[in-house]
């Protein structure tokens, strides 16, 4: 369907120019002017004091408020950030043991223990992933009983069919007892060629994504298996199918339902998935704190400073609409929904476009640092592509896609990192 870009003029007075920037590929609408409108309804409470604007995230304030402590406070406040129910905030008071006075320290590092120990024994593999990544904070007497943990979690995983949390396991093999290290690679290898056997693309993507943590001697190998499957995927026409974004699981009880959703397992916002055949691979709805989203907010609208930087669309994740939560204070974003992500797109096509995205990539990040802005975690993965489509919306992969940043609940302004 062609847009009708002079009727949108007329109603809502937004330049044709401005329109075009946020143009996505297979997208029927503009989703600027519907943002437009939740934008002002928004700011209406604000001005009306509906909405209290915080200037920095939860994470960030946790930090600072543990810092600026007199020191008879600091292990109050990290207790405090430990005994939470947010792992991602235990993850802050754990980081920051290290500042409290050394005659409190032993009874924080046994609080420290269990909260890890508890987190590696819960079932949602992403808390379990961030437990992980908590071990190095542990005591020094308590680090090999975790790490063995950390190897039956992972063989547990290892042990089943679910390819995703395999690959999620493989990244924290440097988390496992070293003497298992090898053994694990190894495991990790075995997994890779059998997925690689599998006719489901997505399975062969996700496969790509572990070579990396196989044997070091045995990568060249799997590189090859990967490039012969990607080009096997294009021989066969399966443009679409390569370039799928990586947010859906296969859950065949979702495919033809009008209206469905499904909480994506995530520790920084929560993503609620529709998945009816009217929203699947169209709209997302994020939770967010308002000031991560007042960033993203910022980075939405500032279309003249892409513009400045050679853009000629706005590379940030598309907002179609969103409303404030008198619940929780939250902010529910509808986004729109993107394709495949640089680091997939890598690994699987074998760098195909390498050299232009990279160059826009950086692009990308320079000017978040001109306006003072961090992502928090601007990683490859955290970058996603728009290929064009022709009119039966069919993706051309000959063409260098458009490059977009995601996920910005970790994002800040004014540069205040974690």
């Known amino acids: 369907m062609k847009m009708n870009y002079e009727k949108s003029n007329i109603e809502t007075g937004i330049p044709e120019r401005v329109l075009n920037l946020y143009k996505i590929y297979g997208y029927d609408e503009v989703v600027y002017e519907s943002y437009l409108k939740s934008k002002k309804t928004f700011e209406d409470k604000i001005s009306n004091h509906e909405i209290h604007q915080e200037k920095q995230n939860l994470l960030i304030r946790t930090r600072n408020e543990i810092l600026a402590q007199p020191e008879e406070n600091v292990t109050n406040s990290i207790i405090k950030a430990i005994e939470s129910e947010n792992i991602e905030v235990q993850r802050i008071g754990i980081s920051l043991v290290q500042n409290a006075p050394e005659g409190q320290k032993d009874v ?35 680090k090999e009983q975790l790490r063995e943990i950390v190897l039956q979690k992972i ?15 493989a990244k924290k093999i ?44 045995k990568q060249a190998e799997l590189v090859k298996l990967t490039n012969s499957k990607f080009e096997s995927a294009k021989q066969q026409k399966r443009f679409n199918e390569i370039i799928e974004t990586p947010l859906y699981p296969r859950n065949p009880n979702n495919g033809d339902s009008t209206f469905s959703r499904e909480i994506f397992s995530k520790t920084g916002s929560e993503t609620t998935l529709l998945t009816g055949k009217q929203f699947k691979n169209n709209i997302i709805i994020k939770h967010m704190e308002e000031p991560c989203f007042s960033t993203w907010k910022k980075l939405y609208e500032s279309h003249e400073d892409w513009v400045k930087a050679g853009f000629d669309y706005v590379p940030i994740e598309p907002i179609y609409s969103f409303n404030f939560d008198t619940k929780d204070g939250s902010i529910n974003v ?21 050299e232009e995205l990279d160059k826009q990539k950086n692009k990308i990040i320079e000017v978040l640092s001109n306006l003072n802005i961090s992502h ?8 996603c592509l728009r290929f064009c489509r022709d009119e ?3 993706a051309n992969l000959d063409k260098t896609p458009r490059i977009f940043l995601i996920d910005f609940d970790k994002a800040v302004q004014n540069a205040d990192k974690l």
Not at 155 to 169: A, G, L
């Open 155 to 169: 063989m547990e995983v290892f042990n089943s069919t679910d390819i995703d949390k395999q690959r999620i396991m």
């Open 376 to 383: 928090g975690h601007a990683n490859d993965a955290n970058f």
């Open 108 to 142: 924080l590092n046994k609080m420290v223990f269990e909260k890890i120990l508890d987190g590696l024994n819960n079932p949602d593999i992403q808390i379990q992933r961030i437990a992980m990544n908590m071990v190095q904070f542990a005591p020094d007497d308590k």
């Open 392 to 394: 039966d919306g069919n």
């Open 174 to 217: 440097k988390e496992a007892p070293v003497q298992a290290q090898d053994n694990l690679r190894e495991i990790v290898y075995e997994k890779v060629v059998e997925a690689f056997e599998n006719e489901d693309i997505r399975v062969q993507r996700l496969a790509a994504l572990m070579v990396q943590y196989t044997p070091m001697n």
């Open 334 to 354: 509808a986004s729109g929904v993107l394709d495949i992500n640089l680091e997939e797109w890598y690994v699987f096509s074998g760098n195909v476009f390498r």
